[in-house]
């Protein structure tokens, strides 16, 4: 969770799950949902981490949708770099989106998420960002 900025970048903390924001930011609202355990494929997770997944995910959805309505949502298992579980949430949106002075656009709208045109935050914008999806998530 560390190379995703945590415990900067945490949002909400489950039993088995955590919701972080994606430091790079490939659309507005992009997470990580990281699994806390230490499982290295998804067949690996625990039954109780499989069972807290979908109400995680109701969550993520629900806060997403109600701050920045997206036209669909993307989990991404990539776990490339980072081998233990976990998704890169992207919102897609159709039109351009705009939080504290900056700009996001989906560029790879209506295809696939470009994630090498993602937006690293300032400091300062990041830490509103997860102040304020931490202030309207949803259970």
Not at 25 to 31: A, I, K, P
Not at 121 to 134: C, G, I, N, Q, Y
Request: aromatic content about 10%; some cysteine; proline content about 6%.
């Amino acid at each position: 969770m560390t190379r995703f900025g945590h415990p900067d970048t945490l949002i909400r903390g489950y039993d088995h799950w955590a919701v972080l924001l994606r430091p790079a930011q490939v659309t507005l609202g992009s997470l990580v949902l990281v699994c806390t355990e230490q499982a290295t494929a998804f067949s690996e997770i625990s039954a109780a981490a499989g069972t807290e997944l979908h109400p995680v995910i109701r969550s993520i959805e629900s806060t997403l949708s109600a701050m920045w309505p997206y036209k669909k949502i993307n989990y991404l298992m990539l776990m490339m770099v980072d081998p233990h579980v976990h998704f890169h949430v992207i919102p897609r949106y159709d039109h351009e989106q705009h939080f504290e002075g900056e700009t996001f656009r989906d560029a790879g709208w209506p295809n696939l998420p470009d994630l090498g045109t993602a937006v690293t935050l300032e400091p300062t914008v990041r830490d509103s960002l997860v102040a304020t999806l931490r202030d309207h998530w949803r259970e």
